[in-house]
C-alpha cells in the first residue's frame, strides 16, 4: 500500500513591478512628460543634422521603443541627441540623407561589436571629478539651448515660462501625485489657448508627420567606396553615443542607487540604431535631459522608456493639431528645470576644499565640452588630464633611503610605484663611485608597473657593474619578479 504525498503548493508568480497601480500611473504620466519634451529636442537635432524634422522624431520613437527592451539601465531614455546631429552633419551635407541612414547601420554593428568586447568596463576609469564635469556642463549646455526661445519674442513669453517654473517648484510642495512638468505643461497650453495669448509653439519648430516610416534598406551602392565615405562617421556616431550613454547610465544609478547592466546597454544601444536605421532615422544615444525629466517624475522601471516612445508616435501622428499649439515657453521651463536639478551645486561650495588636480580635471572637463558642444571630447580630455595629473602626484611618492650594513654593504631601500613617470630621476640617487663593492637594492616596499622600471633598474645595474660592483636586487613581489625576470637585460637599460 502506497501513501499519497502531498501535493506541493505551487510557487506564487511574482508580478512586475510596473503591473502596480501605483507604480504604473507614475510611469504612465512620466512617459508623458518625457515625450511632449522629445518633440521640440527632436526637431531642433534634426535641423542641426541638416535632415527633414520627421527623421528625427521618427528616430526618438524608434530608439526609445527599442531600448525600452534590449538596455541595461530601466528608465533611461534613447532618443535622437544633439551629439549624434553634430557627428552626421557634414556626413549629410556632402552625400545626403541615404549615406547617413548607412552610417547609423554600421554603427549600430561597432556598438554591438564594442559592447560584446566589454567596453563598458572602461567606465571604471573614469574620475569623479571628471563625472560631475560632464553633469555641470550637461546642465549648461541645456540651459544655453533654451536661450535662442527667449530672444526677440513676444513678452508674453517671459512671464508664461516664470508661471511655469513656479508650478514645476511649487507643485511637489502640495502634491506629487502628478508630475509637476506635465501640470505645467497643461496648465500654460490652456491659458494661450482660451485667453488667444500669441506665443511660438511647437507648431513653429517645423512639420509633424502624418505617417509611419517605412522599412527598408538606404539606397547606397554596396562597395567598398561606400564603406570608406561611411565609416569614420558609423565609428564616431558608436563612441560617442557609447560614451554618453555609459555616462547617463552611470549618472541614473547614482541618482536612483540602483545599479545596471553597462554591457547590455552597449549592446542594446546598438541594436537600437540598428532599429532606427532600418527604419530610416538619424540615430541616437541616451539622452540625459529627458532621462532626468523621467526620473525626476519617479519614474523607475521600461514602461516610461517604451510609453515614451510610444507617446512620441501618438502625439504626432494622431494629435499633432492638440501638440502644435503648446507653447514652446512651458517646454522652455521644463528643460530650464531640468538644468537646475542635473547641475551640482555641491560641486561650487566645495571647490575650494577639493584638491587642486580634483578641480582642475572638473573644470577642463566643463570648458571642454562648452568650447566643442560635444560631450564626448570633453569627458576624453577630461580623463587624460585625470591621468596626467595622477601620474605627476603619484611620481612624486617614490623614495630612495640609503644605509651601511653591518657587513659593509650599502643597502637602498625604495619605496613606491615604479613607473614611466616616477622612475625619471631613480637612477640619479645612487652613489655609484662612492659605494662600497657590494650594494643591495631592496624594493619590497616598490611596485614595478612597466617596462621603463625594469630599464632604468637594468641601467643602474650597469652603472655599478662598469665600476666592478654587485648589485643585489631582492624584496621583488612573486608578480613583480617575474616582469623583471622575463624583461631584465633585453631593454637596453645600459650604457
Not at 521640440?40 to 527623421?55: C, N
Not at 623614495?399 to 630621476?425: H, K, M, Q
Amino acid at each position: 500500500m502506497t501513501t499519497a504525498l502531498p501535493a506541493l503548493p505551487r510557487p506564487a508568480l511574482r508580478r512586475p513591478t510596473w503591473l502596480s497601480p501605483r507604480v504604473a500611473r507614475t510611469e504612465v504620466l512620466a512617459g508623458l512628460v518625457v515625450a511632449l519634451a522629445l518633440i521640440p529636442e527632436a526637431i531642433s537635432f534634426s535641423i542641426i543634422a541638416g535632415v527633414d524634422p520627421r527623421v528625427g522624431l521618427f528616430a526618438s520613437f524608434t530608439m526609445a521603443v527599442t531600448i525600452a527592451f534590449t538596455g541595461g539601465r530601466p528608465a533611461m531614455i534613447s532618443a535622437a541627441t544633439g551629439a549624434v546631429a553634430l557627428v552626421i552633419a557634414p556626413l549629410v551635407a556632402s552625400h545626403g540623407l541615404q549615406y547617413l541612414i548607412a552610417a547609423v547601420l554600421l554603427g549600430g554593428v561597432f556598438q554591438v561589436a564594442l559592447g560584446l568586447l566589454g567596453v563598458a568596463r572602461v567606465m571604471r576609469f573614469v574620475p569623479r571629478s571628471v563625472m560631475v564635469g560632464f553633469v555641470n556642463a550637461l546642465a549648461i549646455l541645456i540651459f544655453t539651448a533654451q536661450l535662442p526661445q527667449l530672444v526677440d519674442v513676444p513678452w508674453a513669453v517671459y512671464p508664461l515660462a516664470a508661471a511655469g517654473l513656479v508650478i514645476i517648484f511649487g507643485l511637489p510642495r502640495l502634491t506629487t501625485a502628478v508630475p509637476a512638468p506635465l501640470v505645467a505643461i497643461v496648465v500654460l497650453t490652456v491659458l494661450t489657448v482660451t485667453a488667444g495669448i500669441t506665443v511660438p509653439t511647437v507648431g513653429d519648430e517645423g512639420e509633424l508627420p502624418d505617417s509611419l516610416p517605412g522599412l527598408g534598406l538606404p539606397d547606397v551602392p554596396f562597395t567598398t567606396d561606400t564603406l570608406r565615405v561611411i565609416a569614420p562617421y558609423a565609428l564616431a556616431i558608436a563612441l560617442v553615443g557609447l560614451m554618453e550613454s555609459l555616462m547617463t547610465a552611470k549618472l541614473v544609478d547614482e541618482v536612483t542607487d540602483t545599479s545596471s547592466s553597462k554591457t547590455r546597454e552597449s549592446v542594446g544601444q546598438g541594436v537600437a540604431n540598428l532599429v532606427t536605421g532600418f527604419f530610416g532615422g538619424m540615430g541616437g544615444c541616451a539622452m540625459i535631459g529627458q532621462t532626468m525629466i523621467n526620473v525626476r517624475s519617479g519614474a523607475r522601471t521600461r514602461l516610461s522608456t517604451f510609453l515614451a516612445g510610444v507617446f512620441l508616435l501618438v502625439l504626432v501622428l494622431v494629435l499633432s493639431p492638440v501638440v502644435a499649439v503648446i507653447p514652446m515657453a512651458a517646454l522652455v521651463a521644463v528643460m530650464v528645470f531640468v538644468s537646475i536639478v542635473t547641475f551640482d551645486w555641491h560641486s561650487l561650495r566645495t571647490l575650494r576644499r577639493m584638491p587642486y588636480s580634483e578641480s582642475a580635471v572638473m573644470l577642463v572637463t566643463v570648458a571642454v565640452v562648452l568650447a566643442t558642444s560635444n560631450l564626448a571630447i570633453g569627458v576624453a580630455v577630461g580623463v587624460l588630464v585625470a591621468c596626467v595629473l595622477f601620474a605627476r602626484r603619484v611620481a612624486h611618492l617614490v623614495t630612495v633611503t640609503p644605509s651601511d650594513e653591518p657587513d659593509g654593504s650599502r643597502r637602498y631601500v625604495v619605496s613606491g610605484a615604479l613607473f614611466f613617470a616616477s622612475t625619471n630621476d631613480l637612477v640619479g640617487q645612487f652613489d655609484y663611485a662612492g659605494d662600497p663593492g657590494r650594494v643591495v637594492v631592496d624594493l619590497s616596499g616598490a611596485h614595478v608597473w612597466d617596462a621603463s622600471s625594469v630599464a632604468v633598474l637594468d641601467a643602474i645595474e650597469h652603472k655599478y657593474a662598469t665600476r666592478g660592483k654587485a648589485v643585489e636586487i631582492t624584496g621583488l613581489t612573486e608578480v613583480t619578479g617575474h616582469y623583471h625576470q622575463r624583461l631584465a637585460g633585453q631593454l637596453g637599460g645600459g650604457e
